[in-house]
């Protein structure tokens, strides 16, 4: 007899789950809500299971909705990697790979990686941006095959990682914001009184990771780097940005670099799983390897 539950069907609740909203998995399936939400109840009616519970206001998932989802990654999961596989099997060219990168390193940085792959593979590439622990994350549990992110002090027994550049992360806030009317050291006690504005990680099932928060400060956690720049040119907060980013910033007059701050220097690595080393990824990894040693600041 065969299953309602489609390849499809897991995706969709997948995208629910990660997104927050059937609006927003909609627009990165790129599908109408409507059409969501129609698939949803039919394979809710054909499994005589209640996969959402409607009665607030937001539509959560119900317990036997959380196993559906839970076992139907391990699903796609494991479909994903037998496609994978069965395409290195076949021609050693990988017919998909995903370069994951920390949200602080401009996806500009991979343009021309991707310009040049496309001239000796038809591999399709797919830049994945993460934050904090869901960098790791993504490599361990296989939906990304390459990460480019500030360095661990300790990395996985399984990975391998060369360091391939630098950065430097700077203290801001908007032009007129009151911290630039403070006087003394700006150590964690006087940042404490400044609401921080903060990347929310990107981590599924890992503790997530916060950076440069002290425990008690006010915060204004916001869902990528576009929007931390835009909290922090409103005046919402503080916060660090990589100091060419912020560099554009205050020549434009909407920023200032915090007086009595330091730059926080960062070692930024490209990392990759020792196993199954397939004709695309060894070339992203001589490409990365060649071009960013080349450029020792991003």
Not at 55 to 82: C, V
Not at 94 to 107: K, M, N, R, S, W
Not at 113 to 120: F, M, P
Not at 173 to 181: E, I, L, P, Q
Request: hydrophobic share 40%; with cysteine.
């Amino acid at each position: 007899m065969q299953s309602p539950i489609t390849l499809e069907a897991l995706h969709i609740l997948d995208a629910i789950d990660r997104r927050g909203s059937f609006a927003s998995a909609a627009n990165e399936l790129d599908r109408a809500p409507s059409s969501l939400s129609y698939q949803i109840q039919k394979l809710e009616q054909d499994l005589d299971i209640m996969i959402f519970d409607r009665s607030g206001h937001k539509a959560n998932f119900t317990d036997a909705g959380k196993l559906i989802l839970e076992r139907g990654r391990t699903i796609l999961s494991a479909t994903q990697k037998l496609v994978n596989d069965a395409s290195l099997l076949a021609n050693g060219w990988e017919l998909d790979i995903t370069l994951a990168f920390d949200g602080i390193i401009p996806i500009e940085n991979f343009f021309d990686l991707v310009d040049e792959l496309g001239k000796v593979s038809s591999t399709r590439i797919k830049l994945q941006e993460e934050i904090l622990a869901g960098c790791w994350e993504s490599l361990n549990d296989g939906r990304s095959d390459l990460l480019i992110c500030p360095k661990m002090d300790i990395l996985p027994h399984d990975v391998k990682a060369e360091t391939i550049g630098s950065m430097e992360m700077v203290w801001v806030a908007a032009t007129d914001h009151y911290v630039h009317k403070r006087s003394g050291e700006f150590n964690d006690d006087a940042r404490a009184k400044y609401r921080v504005i903060a990347i929310a990680d990107t981590a599924r099932e890992q503790p997530p990771i916060s950076v440069n928060i002290t425990q008690k400060q006010p915060r204004l956690t916001v869902t990528n780097f576009a929007a931390k720049v835009a909290a922090l040119e409103k005046g919402l907060g503080i916060g660090t940005l990589p100091r060419a980013r912020a560099e554009k910033l205050i020549e434009q007059g909407t920023i200032k670099r915090i007086a009595g701050t330091e730059a926080q220097p960062i070692e930024v690595i490209l990392a990759w799983k020792r196993n199954k080393i397939g004709e695309a990824k060894s070339w992203c990894i001589q490409y990365l390897k060649k071009n960013f040693k080349n450029n020792s600041v991003i």
